[in-house]
Structures are given as structure tokens and as C-alpha cells.
């Protein structure tokens, strides 16, 4: 797995390449200190990830990102600073083309730095192991066309997606196109740091015509509305009463890998709601939703995945979808028209 790391500081441009280095599978092919010499090697050395910071010297990492994405596209992932103004340049990135974000903090770097080797290094080989900017298109077979289901207003009490590594584009493309009158809650659960889904409810906002909340610890679900759960934390549906439903954040389960975890929002959707839940399982790597999914299946729940072919990572869909527990595998553009048969001026299937 050959990594193109890009950092103007040097520090960093080392600790980087120490920590992908000690994974045997990883090599570290070449290092830029700005971005014009990352889309330079990008070209020369046709690396299977590149890890790109923002703000750099010559050439800043958004301009860097689009000039590789256009001559020499592969897998990018964005080392972007713990600031507002990084978190809002960092979603931008991902509209771009990035495939994920890795928050880095480096006033308390030395404090942090094997818990984030531990997610690099993650991160870093399943974005090689499934990059799509590598496949010969020769070899690939397009999926068969999936009928979009649809749904009838009052079918569900609840959404709830469950998103990773290439999601936020994702969402976006899903969740604006749902219409005002789409009357069925939807609770989100997107692997990030907090700064980032913060600064991803805000501009969710602007472009859906529902109306989109950052859950900070906890929100009465009301008709009308999306959820996304603050980041580095967890998100759990409770039930108050028939058809009133709360979203409540919280440390729990401690253990879990992913945070929000996936399983623990669609687990608690079983308990809460059990067959009037709708969940949606996204691009991401490894198989965060399977418990959960699995639950909420026993219990009547309906579950899409996301196809293959418009993933960056075919992780957690691909884990529902083999379990045999998904009804549909769709690209984002449909399952933005399945939800939108939730609308309730949808004709009933």
C-alpha cells in the first residue's frame, strides 16, 4: 500500500511517515511539504492514498486536492487541524473529492499519538485496499439496476442512517433531496470528532428543506426533522410515549470502536420503535450497523444499503447487505427517492 504524506510542517511529515511505517504493509513512497509538490508526485509516483493537510504554503490542500483529483485521482485523506475554520474547509475537501478526515491536534500530539497512529493506519489501508480511482473499468461489472421501494408516510415512526468514511457527500446528496413535507424524523449517526458534525449540521441546514440539528445531549424527536448525533459520542433513541420519541447522546457503549456507533443507534431504534424503523446503512470501513441491523431485522425493521459501486469504502453496507438482511442495495440518489416516498404527498406503493 504505497502513501503519498503532505504536511509544510516538518515535524509532522515525520511523525506521519513513522507512524504508517510501522504497519509492514505500509509504504511510504514519497513526502510534499505543500501542495504543489503532492500533485506533482501525485502524478510521477501514482500513490494508492495521499494524506493532505490544508493550510500549506505555494499551494493550499483544497486547490492541491482539486488538481488531483482531476489529473491524478485517488484516494485522498485530509489531516486537518482541530479549528472551526479547518472542520468547515475539511467538509469542503470531502464535497471535493476527499475520502475521509483525520482530526490532528498538535499542541497535544505527543499525548495523543498512538490513538491516532491506531486510526491512521486503519484508515489508511482500507481507503488502499478499496479505492475505486485503481479499478479497471475494464474489469468492472456494473451492478444489475435495483427498483427504488417506496414507502407510504405512515409507515415508519423513525429514519435512522448510519454513515462513515465518504459519507457526508453522501448525506448531502440524500437529504436534500427530500421534500418539506417529508413528516418521518431522521436520526444520523456519522463517524467524525464532534467539531466536524457540528460544523456539518450547520450546513446540512442550509442546503435541506428540513430542518437539521446538531444533538449536543438530547432533543424530543418531532416530525419534520433530521438529527445528527454529536461526534465522539454516542446517540440512542428512547421512547416516551406512543409515537413520542427522544434522542439522547451518551458515553455508552465505551467499548465501541466507531463513534456514534452505528449498532447502538439502530439497536436502540429496535427497542424504541421496532418494525416502524427505516434504517440506512452508508459507505464505511468495517461492519459498524450488523448488530444493530441485525436486531432491528429480528424485530420487523426495514433496512437499504448503499451499492457498491458509489462507495469509497464498501465496508458497512457490504456486512447488512451479505447478512441477508438488507431489502435494497441503492446508489444515493435513490435512496434520497425512497425516502422522499415518506413525503406526505407520496401516492402509497
Known sequence: MRVLVTDDSAFMRRAVCTMLTADPDIEVVGVAQNGREAVDLAKSLKPDVITLDIEMPEMDGLTALRHIMRTAPTQVLM???LTTEGSTASL???KLGAADI????QSNFSLNMSKMQTKLIRIVKALAQS???RKSAALKTPSAKTAVPK???AQFDLVCIGSSTGGPPVLETILS???ASTRVPIVVAQHMPEIFTRSMAERLDKLCELSVKHVEECETIESGHIYLARGGMHIHVHKLSPGKFEARMSAEPA???YRPSVDALFSSAANATAARTLAI???GIGADGLVGGKELHEKGGTILAQNQDTCVVYGMPKSVTEAGITTASLSPTDLGKALSTLATTAVAA
Open 151 to 153: 414507502f407510504r408516510s
Open 255 to 257: 467499548d465501541a470502536v
Open 177 to 179: 433531496a427530500l421534500p
Open 79 to 81: 489531516l486537518s487541524s
Open 281 to 283: 446503512v452508508l459507505t
Open 92 to 94: 469542503q475537501a470531502l
Open 131 to 133: 479505492n475505486p480511482h
Open 102 to 105: 483525520l482530526a490532528k491536534d
